[in-house]
């Protein structure tokens, strides 16, 4: 799939949000945004009293956010960032459903265990997927991003959706049906070096043609 990135990239991406400071910051500055949604109603998981999940709208170009915030400590305890990928026309499927790609972010504290156990997941068939049909995986993923990757992958052909590997310098698009399938993959889909960039996942709600 993507590939895999080093402990000292993933800090180095996630570093607005594992610092207590840059994080309670970026809370303030979400919560003030203009463009904000609630997205609680569209997600089959229960966020908890004293809690709120977001979309933020306009804070990027072609890119929207989604966040968990905890009003009470004014923090940021998950947060997706998702593109709106318009320069990969094969998944288009019209205006409002294009390809997205996601980059995932939950806090590792014990104490929002039960609370992030299953909103991700959560997030991404509720959400994602009913709203943009397709969700393609990002080119680098931390080692834990391809583990739920993993998850989703599985998930999606056990409930009938549509699984691909799709090779994106040369526009292959490859229909995974099976796990026995997708395990043939999985060394072409995940490793350590670049060319695993251009591998990526795809789970999609409606067929797609290459």
């Not at 303030?28 to 709208?57: M, Q, T």
């Not at 009470?72 to 094969?90: F, G, H």
């Not at 104490?111 to 909103?119: F, G, K, Q, R, T």
């Not at 409930?159 to 799709?166: A, E, K, P, R």
Request: hydrophobic share 40%.
């Amino acid at each position: 799939m993507p590939m895999l990135i080093a402990d000292s990239k993933v800090r180095e991406i996630f570093q607005h949000l594992e610092n207590a400071e840059e994080n309670t910051n970026l809370y303030a500055e979400l919560s003030r945004h203009p463009f904000i949604e609630d997205v609680s109603g569209f997600v089959s998981v229960p966020v908890p009293p004293g809690f709120k999940l977001i979309r933020i709208n306009a804070r990027f170009e072609d890119c929207f956010e989604i966040a968990l915030m905890s009003e009470s400590e004014s923090k940021i305890v998950y947060y997706n960032k998702v593109n709106i990928l318009k320069d990969v026309a094969l998944f288009q499927t019209s205006d409002l459903r294009r390809a997205t790609q996601v980059l995932v972010w939950r806090s590792a504290d014990y104490e929002y265990s039960s609370v992030l156990s299953d909103l991700p997941k959560s997030v991404f068939f509720d959400y994602l997927l009913k709203c943009y049909y397709v969700v393609v995986s990002d080119s680098q993923q931390t080692v834990d991003g391809s583990r739920f990757w993993g998850y989703c992958l599985t998930r999606a052909l056990a409930t009938n959706l549509y699984v691909y590997h799709y090779n994106f310098m040369h526009g292959i698009l490859s229909p995974i049906s099976t796990k026995a399938q997708l395990d043939t993959y999985k060394s072409t889909m995940w490793g350590a070096l670049p060319h695993h960039e251009e591998q990526l996942a795809v789970i999609s709600a409606i067929e797609l043609h290459a």
